[in-house]
């Protein structure tokens, strides 16, 4: 009987038919993996797809974006590139305190 942490992963498994089967032909609950063409979390549920990550995605897409501002301020010397899109400060400790949001 699979185990609570029991799963697996297909990097790149996009298309619902494809899901479908493997869902069907394994013991193992299929988790998916954020990729280019991937339905969203309400229609995986519904093939079987057991959890959702995004595995690297995020903090990929966070450091090409500190890179591009960081150029941006280095090569222009405004400072409206890396503030224009700044979180306050407020916001940024409350993601972290004791009525932190569940994301």
């Known amino acids: 009987m699979p185990q609570p942490g029991d799963g697996f992963f297909l990097p790149g498994i ?9 869902v069907a032909g394994s013991a193992l609950p299929l988790n998916a993996l954020a990729w280019p063409g991937l339905g969203d979390a309400a ?14 995605a995020i903090a990929q ?3 090409n974006t500190a890179e591009k501002l960081g150029r941006e301020f280095l090569q222009g010397g405004s400072s409206e590139a890396v503030n224009s899109e700044a979180k306050p400060y407020s916001e940024l400790q409350a993601l972290f305190g004791e ?5």
């Open 99 to 103: 009525n932190a949001p569940s994301i």
């Open 14 to 22: 996009v298309k619902p038919e494809e899901i479908k089967a493997v």
């Open 43 to 56: 229609c995986l549920g519904k093939l079987g797809v057991r959890r959702l990550s995004a595995g690297l």
């Open 61 to 63: 897409t966070t450091w």
